[in-house]
């Protein structure tokens, strides 16, 4: 199972996304073709990202990918790349959309504006508030992870996602709920990407279908039970950081 890259998408070296992700994972395919004896299955995590903006939603994996960002494109590559390893490896891509959970760097949207409101910080820089996407459960993902290395189809590429969006908005109205706590939300606009997917939401059929051959179901627990655990997670970060 390859989940190492560099994810976020503002980071701010454009080249490390293709040596990371692309070359990176190249090196890794090497290295395991030439293994004495060869894994029965190799999951690759790609993203979601490589659809970018498209008026098609939800998405499924026949959507034609046209990524609008360097980390997207990076993806897309190294999906390209591995294809060139399927007759020597049992390969099996993954495209997950946004997930999260506690112990998310808070680069990350979801961690950021959890650490903010157990906080009780008084305002909050924002980019693009006008956006939607799914923001499923780490341990959702995980799960999908492991059961697709056990019964996923070589060559195949599955999304991991529930089908349910999220706008920001909605995000910050139930944190807001949660916490008792309404901080001052400032646009940044140096936080704006100009280049922004507005709205990311996937199809899972294709995952439920294989599972179901299997007898397996995911759990995928409501926003609200996430971002609890999140809330939780940052209140002990705060206290630690206090003492």
């Given amino acids: 199972m390859h989940l190492a890259a560099i994810s976020f998408v503002g980071h701010e070296n454009d080249a490390a996304f293709y040596a990371v992700n692309v070359v990176g994972t190249t090196n890794l395919l090497d290295a395991l073709v030439q293994l004495p004896e060869r894994p029965d299955r190799v999951l690759l995590a790609s993203s979601a990202n490589?659809?970018?903006?498209?008026a098609r939603s939800p998405i499924d994996e026949n959507q034609p990918p046209a990524p609008v960002n360097h980390y997207g494109m990076s993806k897309l590559a190294m999906e390209y790349m591995a294809r060139t390893y399927r007759d020597r490896l049992n390969l099996v891509i993954t495209r997950p959309f946004n997930y999260t959970g506690p112990g998310q760097d808070a680069n990350f949207l979801i961690p950021k504006l959890a650490m903010h409101f157990a906080a009780h910080a008084p305002s909050i820089?924002?980019?693009?508030?006008?956006?939607?996407?799914?923001?499923?459960?780490?341990?959702?993902?995980?799960?999908?992870y492991l059961l697709l290395l056990a019964h996923g189809e070589p060559g195949e590429a599955y999304n991991i996602c529930s089908g349910r969006p999220y706008a920001l908005r909605y995000v910050i109205e139930t944190l807001a709920r949660m916490t008792s706590h309404s901080p001052r939300i400032e646009v940044n606009?140096?936080?704006?990407?100009?280049?922004?997917?507005?709205?990311?939401?996937?199809?899972?059929?294709?995952?439920?279908?294989?599972?179901?051959k299997q007898g397996a179901v995911l759990t995928e627990p409501a926003l609200e039970e996430t971002l609890a655990r999140m809330l939780l997670a940052a209140k002990g970060r705060t206290a630690a950081s206090i003492n």
């Fill in 189 to 212: 606009p140096a936080f704006v990407r100009a280049n922004e997917v507005h709205r990311l939401c996937g199809n899972p059929n294709k995952l439920r279908v294989l599972l179901a």
């Fill in 125 to 144: 820089a924002l980019g693009n508030l006008d956006v939607e996407r799914e923001f499923n459960d780490v341990q959702m993902v995980c799960d999908a």
């Fill in 50 to 54: 490589i659809y970018g903006n498209t």
